[in-house]
């Protein structure tokens, strides 16, 4: 059984430069960003949060779902994007950056400018992915099985939020709408996180 508990804060690593030999523009530096990190993992269960999102292009607000092993479920939203929402799921570190992502359009107000709720729902047969309580997305597992084998995301991971700067290298400042220039940015680049909640599936989580 996996003990699940309540999460605790842990901040991005030092800014570093990059090289590119394409012709996209990106920043050499990156800015740093806070990453909120669960204290312990968990296998299986419903995780929602209600937020704001970023609204300057070339920074991306995401809550994720991951594993030391490389399993990941995500929600990205792209700053600019009002209404748009990626989701994505990795299996065992396979970088399938666009094979198993999806592009979602919501209803209502813009991501930046009002709360939104979120949520995972990762459960042993199937992910389901919901915005404001209306599902956006669900993948079986069942689906993800070729041969015997399923690249179904099934070891414990740990909860992530996270707001992170995407100019640091060309082919992500392309795909986050960046790079964001920082010598005519004087307005704070934030998203708001209003509420957090985790609840363990108690069949494969010691809830403690």
């Given at each position: 059984?996996?003990?699940?508990?309540?999460?605790?804060?842990?901040?991005?690593?030092?800014?570093?430069?990059?090289?590119?030999?394409?012709?996209?523009?990106?920043?050499?530096?990156?800015?740093?960003?806070?990453?909120?990190?669960?204290?312990?993992?968990?296998?299986?269960?419903?995780?929602?949060?209600?937020?704001?999102?970023?609204?300057?292009?070339?920074?991306?607000?995401?809550?994720?779902?991951?594993?030391?092993?490389?399993?990941?479920?995500?929600?990205?939203?792209?700053?600019?994007?009002?209404h748009q929402i990626q989701t994505n799921y990795f299996y065992s570190g396979e970088a399938l950056y666009t094979v198993n992502g999806g592009f979602?359009?919501?209803?209502?107000?813009?991501?930046?400018?009002?709360?939104?709720?979120?949520?995972?729902?990762?459960?042993?047969?199937?992910?389901?992915?919901?915005?404001?309580?209306?599902?956006?997305?669900?993948?079986?597992?069942?689906?993800?099985?070729?041969?015997?084998?399923?690249?179904?995301?099934?070891?414990?991971?740990?909860?992530?939020?996270?707001?992170?700067?995407?100019?640091?290298?060309?082919?992500?400042?392309?795909?986050?709408?960046?790079?964001?220039?920082?010598?005519?940015?004087?307005?704070?680049?934030?998203?708001?996180?209003?509420?957090?909640?985790?609840?363990?599936?108690?069949?494969?989580?010691?809830?403690?």
């Amino acid at each position: 059984m996996i003990e699940c508990r309540d999460y605790d804060t842990n901040f991005s690593e030092e800014s570093f430069g990059w090289v590119s030999e394409n012709r996209l523009p990106f920043n050499k530096f990156m800015g740093r960003g806070p990453t909120f990190n669960a204290t312990s993992f968990m296998r299986f269960g419903k995780v929602s949060i209600t937020m704001r999102t970023s609204k300057i292009p070339g920074s991306i607000t995401a809550f994720i779902l991951i594993s030391d092993t490389g399993d990941e479920i995500d929600f990205e939203m792209i700053g600019g994007d009002s209404h748009q929402i990626q989701t994505n799921y990795f299996y065992s570190g396979e970088a399938l950056y666009t094979v198993n992502g999806g592009f979602h359009t919501i209803k209502g107000n813009s991501l930046y400018d009002e709360m939104h709720t979120f949520t995972i729902d990762w459960q042993p047969d199937k992910i389901v992915w919901a915005v404001d309580g209306q599902t956006i997305r669900e993948k079986l597992k069942s689906e993800t099985c070729k041969d015997g084998k399923c690249k179904f995301p099934n070891s414990p991971s740990r909860v992530q939020i996270g707001l992170w700067d995407g100019s640091f290298e060309s082919g992500t400042a392309y795909w986050s709408r960046g790079p964001i220039n920082w010598a005519d940015q004087i307005e704070t680049i934030n998203s708001l996180i209003g509420r957090v909640t985790i609840e363990c599936n108690p069949q494969t989580n010691k809830v403690v």
